[in-house]
């Protein structure tokens, strides 16, 4: 199997309950996010995918979250806060909708909250 990574960064705040004290007021991150896809086959020119294909579809999605109080957006509520498990599974949920090629798939997203935290969702 082939896998292609790409790393993005969003800044956003938001407030988590019920986790750590310090959590549940209203803070930032700068987060980083590792996205990939994986499949089998190469094109005709040799490649999975076009890198600019995932990366365009990676910033439409960035911009739904970039400089945002992520409570607020309707894709986070009370059932799914956005914590960065949430916001891994948001992204590779929405790029897998997004990828036009055959037969490849996001394998796994990486949201780093900070420089040593970090929640990886793995697509099925």
Not at 18 to 42: P, Y
Not at 70 to 88: G, K, R, T, V
Request: charged share 25%.
């Amino acid at each position: 199997m082939f896998e292609l990574k790409v790393i993005t960064r969003f800044a956003a705040a938001h407030q988590l309950k019920m986790v750590a004290r310090q959590c549940e007021n209203l803070h930032g991150h700068n987060w980083k996010v590792e996205v990939c896809v994986g499949g089998e086959t190469l094109n005709e020119a040799g490649v999975l995918v076009d890198f600019g294909e995932i990366k365009t579809h990676v910033r439409a999605l960035m911009a739904q979250l970039d400089h945002k109080f992520l409570n607020e957006l309707e894709i986070f509520d009370d059932q799914c806060p956005p914590s960065s498990e949430n916001i891994a599974h948001f992204i590779g949920t929405r790029l897998q909708e997004m990828i036009s090629v055959p037969d490849v798939r996001v394998t796994r997203v990486t949201a780093w909250e900070s420089d040593d935290a970090c929640a990886t969702y793995i697509m099925n």
